[in-house]
């Protein structure tokens, strides 16, 4: 009985270690793959969530514990991915919101992963070492492919370091988190290899954050740092001012001499001043061992935090003066205060757009891929993004106000578990655990502070940071709590279970492998376009339709599958009807279909919209050709060159009706013309032509809509009372 138990015990040890490296990897990877924002990496994270997912269920089963819920937090994070499934009762574009669906319920699995997986405050520092070596690697690549010594796709962009990230204001923010992770670390660990790591990883981080040039991430660390020196424990403040001090201090130093020598001609030079900022940092570290000793009987008062806080900031300042500060930083700096800067007016004006999108969708919202559909139509000047800007705004927009609530109920839960925390801590003498739950609430809370005014929650592998920190927070609180929430029959909970992660594997795998086949056709189908000499391959065709006939039966939602599928079945149409093939009508019928479909389950993407205009207008569809332009101009209302086209595309189709014979097609087209004028007219009146960050041209009536508009007026003048 004895060595059963034994075995057993042991076999236990051996899942303890593999949960926390699955963890470990679900939190690694996102950031080497541009934050998991694009596809197919999403989809292939689906995945691995999910048989992660069924990995720890395996061990629950294992243990006899078949739980699904710990505490307030788990229903708060829940209630978040049902609030996206209701989205998709009144989604703008249904196939987005499908996947804004499964991204949170990803989000819901990788937080539930970590509080079953992790059982104690050493696993929860081994994550965080994760994460800071996590940091280190896309640190490092910034840095080497700033210097050129290596050659990363996107990792510089626009004279910004993207790195892995692929943005270089979300690199910033990222690392600016992760720094107060790594001080946190530091100023609790006892090896000194650890903390010779940190030190180290907290000052090259600062550097690439400085370099990135983001004043969204300087707050994060000005926040999060004030936040560490006032909820740690006397003792340790000064501890948290020196090493945040040290790292920030030399990375400043560095980065005025590694910035010029990436812009210069020799960027490999700027490597030896990073190792130059090592030794600074290293040195710092020394003296700190040194002084230690003689620090450990003082405990410094509010008033003496606040004088050691000042004087530190002095003398950088002075050292800083001293030395010079990269003209970019300085710039960068100076717009921090000037609310007129377009950083500040775009994102309030975004704000102000999303409210009164939400008040349009003011219950469910407008699912996932809403914001990007439909602001336009509420701006008051032009102007492009893709995203809200603020993730409170983002997610009214999108789920609605009861997605609202949810998240703002997982914050009030969060503050709730971490009062509690800090009740249970409060006169402990192991202070070890509360510093590593202040550093992260920190972390958290600077994060959570910065998506208020900026998109770091639109990217995946930012929602999986911060979702794996409140899961850290909600690990903490189960430990301390001697009263264990456990709701819910075990079949109950099992049943749940299989649900969720079913619903994300198989449709991760469905949508992935749709993926797979449509870019195979795509590659076909523009190899086809590319070939000017050569005629349209029927063989190349029917290889390409068989792929986009998979893909969307495979992801029926996808409504770029389906512009493709049009747009291939035009193709086929074109080629038999050169050949006076009898099946070439069936082929436009078809094409015509897809078209609709895809229309129907996203009709405000412009680029998709004109390719299949122009696909229509190829074959005359000519119910098609008018929806397609009014959903462009519905799409588009502040850019001139959408009315041009559509103006001219229209007047064309007339004149063609009225050579064929087809007069009263001919005056409908000119009618629809008429009213095009004045939607033009009406939308010049509404919107602020003069606005200073107006982008691209104004709108106006140009000379080519002009002449047109009055053309058509001479037109259904001449043809008055014939159309009747």
């Known amino acids: 009985m004895g060595s059963k138990k034994k075995y057993k015990n042991k076999t236990q040890d051996w899942f303890d270690i593999v949960l926390i490296v699955l963890v470990g990897l679900l939190l690694f990877y ?61 989604a703008v574009i249904i196939g987005e919101a499908v996947y804004g669906l499964l991204k949170a319920l990803n989000y819901f699995l990788v937080y539930w992963i970590i509080t079953q997986a992790i059982k104690d405050n050493s696993g929860i520092r081994t994550v965080l070492k994760i994460l800071l070596l996590s940091g280190l690697g896309v640190t490092v690549i910034g840095i080497l492919a700033a210097t050129g010594l290596i050659d990363y796709p996107a990792a510089v962009a626009n004279n910004h370091i993207s790195s892995t990230m692929g943005y270089h204001n979300a690199l910033a923010t990222y690392l600016s988190v992760l720094t107060l992770l790594g001080v946190t670390l530091l100023i609790s660990e006892k090896n000194l290899g650890w903390q ?16 990135v040039v983001s004043k969204g991430a300087w707050i994060i660390l000005i926040f999060g740092f004030l936040l560490l020196v006032i909820g740690l424990p006397r003792d340790y403040r000064l501890k948290v001012i020196y090493f945040f001090g040290l790292a920030l201090g030399s990375a400043l130093i560095v980065s005025n001499y590694f910035m010029a020598s990436t812009a210069s001609e020799s960027p490999a030079s700027g490597i030896w001043f990073v190792l130059a900022g090592l030794l600074l940092v290293l040195g710092g570290w020394l003296i700190w061992r040194f002084i230690e000793q003689r620090l450990e009987l003082w405990e410094l008062s509010r008033s003496v935090v606040i ?103 997982m914050w009030i839960i969060f503050f709730y578990l971490l009062y509690r925390l800090y009740i249970f801590h409060r006169g402990r003498e192991d202070r070890e655990e509360w510093i590593l739950i202040w550093g992260i609430a920190a972390a958290a809370m600077g994060l959570g502070l910065h998506s208020c005014f900026d998109f770091d929650l639109s990217m995946p592998g930012m929602v999986i940071l911060l979702w794996s920190l409140l899961a850290m927070i909600s690990v903490y609180y189960n430990i301390s709590n001697q ?35 449509a870019q195979s056709g795509q590659q076909i189908l523009q190899a086809v376009q590319s070939d000017k000499k050569a005629l349209l391959k029927a063989e190349q065709l029917n290889r390409a339709a068989m792929y986009f006939s998979k893909a969307v039966k495979n992801d029926p939602q996808n409504a770029g599958y389906w512009s493709w599928l049009a747009t291939l079945q035009g193709h086929f149409y074109l080629l038999l009807n050169e050949q006076g093939h009898a099946q070439a009508a069936i082929y436009r019928q078809q094409s015509i279909i897809a078209t609709n479909k895809a229309l129907d389950l996203n009709p405000y993407d412009p680029k998709m919209n004109q390719m299949l205009m122009q696909n229509l207008a190829s074959f005359g569809d000519l119910d098609g050709i008018i929806r397609t332009g009014e959903l462009l101009i519905k799409t588009l209302p502040n850019d001139p060159k959408s009315y041009k086209v559509v103006a001219q595309l229209w ?41 200073p960050f107006w982008q691209g041209e104004k709108l106006n009536v140009t000379p080519e809509c002009e002449a047109i508009f009055n053309q058509v007026e001479e037109f259904l003048a001449a043809n008055k009372g014939s159309d009747k």
């Open 30 to 90: 996102p950031p080497y793959f541009q934050g998991l924002f694009f596809e197919p990496e999403i989809f292939i994270a689906h995945i691995l969530t999910a048989v992660v997912f069924i990995f720890v269920w395996l061990n629950k089963f294992y243990r006899n514990d078949l739980s699904l819920f710990s505490n307030p937090l788990d229903f708060a994070i829940l209630a978040y991915v049902a609030a996206y499934a209701l989205s998709l009762l009144a």
């Open 196 to 211: 010779i790591f940190c030190c180290t990883v907290n000052y090259l981080m600062l550097l690439v954050t400085l370099a």
């Open 307 to 409: 004088i050691l806080i000042c004087v530190a900031l002095l003398a950088t300042a002075f050292a800083v003066t001293r030395i010079g500060l990269s003209d970019k930083i300085a710039v960068e700096i100076s717009e921090i205060t000037d609310t007129e800067n377009l950083s500040y007016v775009t994102r309030v004006d975004f704000m102000r757009w999303g409210a009164q999108i939400a008040k349009d969708h003011p219950v469910v919202g407008t699912g996932a891929g809403g914001w990007e559909a439909l602001y336009r139509q509420y701006q008051d000047y032009n102007f492009w993004t893709t995203e809200t800007h603020s993730h409170i705004f983002q997610v009214w927009v999108e789920a609605g106000t009861i997605g609202l609530l949810a998240f703002i109920s």
């Open 483 to 517: 009263k264990k929430l456990n709701i819910g029959r075990p079949w109950i909970n099992v049943t749940i279970a299989s649900i969720l992660v079913l619903i994300l594997l198989l449709s991760a795998a469905k949508y992935l492998l749709a993926y797979n086949q």
């Open 651 to 691: 007047w064309d189709v007339c004149q063609k009706c009225e050579e064929n014979g087809q007069h009263d097609m001919a005056i409908k087209f000119a009618r629809e013309i008429d009213e095009l004028d004045k939607k033009l007219l009406q939308q010049i009146s509404k919107v602020n032509i003069d606005h």
